[in-house]
């Protein structure tokens, strides 16, 4: 397995979260390449490197820079994603706690190319603590004259999943309860109090500065021709070396669970395991055999890469602990805008509880398909649509765990 | 209940100001500052918070609910919050919860911290305490007191 690291490149170096070392290292050098381009050339290699929004999306990062107008009269704005919150995801973490400089240097480029004057970093609220690394060295950034033509400021979030959505991440920033908004008929950009701005996931912005430094070609060499370029794939669970690990897309599944995580803890076989963030579909162990770690391979598996981040379960696992244990997140969480959602995570939680005490019906699990219907395609957010896809693939490819489960009810 | 900002934050807060294209933005910000201030959110501070904010009371009452790390009363105790979520549940978060059922502690189960690979966590004013057990418990807890 080759390794790769871009985005990873300065994590084990002691105090790269500090300017002096950071900069020892190569921080700030694709500052210099910036000037030769113009701001339209510099999303032109971004587009070229074909970079993937990291935060779960993959949506392309270029043509979401292209709608950001060049010539508009009023500000624009930057936005960048910290609010991490989708359970198995720890990366963005890792950035801002270990080389925030290479975040800055990519908000930098990032608002040069979108002539942005402004950036936020909406950093979710439980990450006090990472967010002063962070803050620490945008203030050394200020002090060495670095942020003259771009403010950056921290704004932080106070625990609410929701907010990672995008445009409920604009609504929390705005003084807002965080809802997330209707979606346009047409693309345009997202808003911040009616101005242009942008929203991009932290890893996707700390790319960057090594697009911008050694082309979009070198960036391609890495991952495969739809998928190019690398994650910070994470692992949880039941494995022996939980972790961050930077790889390729295209990586062997297996592969880089045994290289990297050191297999399954206490010798055990693999059960399941849910690919990127407890909103992705759960995989079999025999699925997992031959997968590759890139979003179209997920995507034909049926479930999606999300955001990299790894839930192994061994085969002692009871698959509905788990799903309860998933939908009591999703029932916490809901944003409660729309019904479906706001009922449907309620509703399926308590009959999964219900069928855990043995007190379900065979109706019930047909019940529980037919709510996920319900939450499916009907809401504001994707976030029903997820809690819906989650539900189905449990109860599908587990039918027979639920069943046996159900069968030992008293009535 | 009455609440005014330390001058300290008064100062925050117009700077803050400047960095925000309208005033709406310090709603989150200035509801910070007054919990950090009381331990709590008065009452009296969301009347403060809308002098500077420009939103309606009862806007700022709605973001103060909405979000779970605000709180409108006072913790008697210390507040350890422990991570109930997939992964933390799959590397023993039930034993922890368990181990602090004998404390006298004020404990609450949050969703997801994002320290999954760090299983099981809990948090405690604003700190991560990663890779427990219960032991580790009793000792963090012993340090704290």
Known sequence: ?411 | MSFTFTDENLAKIKELKKRYPSPEALCLPCLWMAQRQDGFIKIDAIDEISKHTTLPPMEIYRVATFYTMFTLSPYEKLNVQVCKTLSCKLCGSDAILERLKSKDVNVTHVECLGSCGTAPVMQINDMNYENLTPDKVDSILEELS
């Not at chain 1, 084990?12 to 700030?28: D, F, Q, R, W």
């Not at chain 1, 962070?134 to 106070?158: M, S």
């Not at chain 1, 944003?335 to 706001?342: K, M, Y």
């Open chain 1, 1 to 411: 397995m080759r390794e790769c690291k871009i985005v990873s490149r300065k994590f084990e170096i002691p105090n790269s979260h500090t300017l002096a070392v950071a900069k020892a290292h190569g921080a700030y050098e694709a500052m210099q390449m910036m000037k030769e381009y113009s701001p339209l050339e510099i999303i032109q290699i971004i587009k070229d490197a074909n970079l993937r929004g990291k935060g779960g999306g993959g949506a392309s990062a270029g043509e979401k820079w292209e709608l950001m107008p060049q010539n508009s009269e009023k500000p624009s704005f930057l936005a960048v994603n910290c609010d991490e919150s989708e359970p198995g995801t720890f990366k963005d973490r890792q950035i801002i706690s270990k080389d925030p400089h290479l975040l800055i240097e990519g908000i930098l480029l990032t608002c040069y190319a979108i002539k942005a004057k402004h950036a936020y970093i909406y950093v979710r609220g439980e990450y006090k603590q990472y967010q002063d690394v962070l803050q620490n060295a945008i203030d050394e950034a200020y002090d060495a004259g670095l942020l003259k033509e771009c403010d950056v400021t921290i704004h932080r979030g106070a625990g609410a999943y929701i907010c990672g959505e995008k445009t409920a991440l604009l609504e929390s920033m705005e003084g807002k309860r965080g809802h997330p908004r209707l979606k346009p008929k047409q693309k345009e950009p997202e808003w911040f109090f009616g101005n242009p701005t942008l929203v991009n996931n932290v890893e996707t912005i700390a790319s960057v500065p090594f697009i911008v430094q050694n082309g979009a070609e070198a960036y391609r060499e890495y991952g495969t021709e739809k998928s190019p370029g690398t994650l910070l794939f994470a692992m949880s669970g039941h494995v022996n070396k939980p972790g961050v690990y930077e790889a390729e897309f295209g990586t062997s599944m297996m592969e880089y669970i045994n290289h990297y995580g050191g297999g399954i803890k206490n010798g055990k076989k693999l059960k399941a395991l849910i690919p990127g963030g407890v909103s992705c579909g759960v995989l079999t162990a025999a699925e997992c055999e031959n997968l590759t770690l890139d979003y179209e391979a997920l995507r034909n598996a049926r479930s999606s890469l999300g955001t990299g981040g790894m839930i192994v379960m061994d085969e002692d696992t009871n698959m509905v602990e788990a799903l309860k244990n998933i939908l009591e997140f999703y029932h916490e969480e809901s944003c409660g805008q729309c019904t479906p959602c706001r009922e449907g995570t309620g509703w399926s939680d308590k009959l999964v509880g219900k069928i855990l005490d043995k007190k379900a019906t065979k109706e019930d699990l047909d019940k529980l398909l037919e709510i996920a219907d319900t939450m499916n395609g009907k809401t504001i957010c994707v976030f029903a649509p997820a809690v819906s896809a989650v539900i189905v693939s449990f109860v599908g490819k587990f039918r027979g765990e639920f069943e046996a489960v159900v069968s030992e009810s008293k009535e």
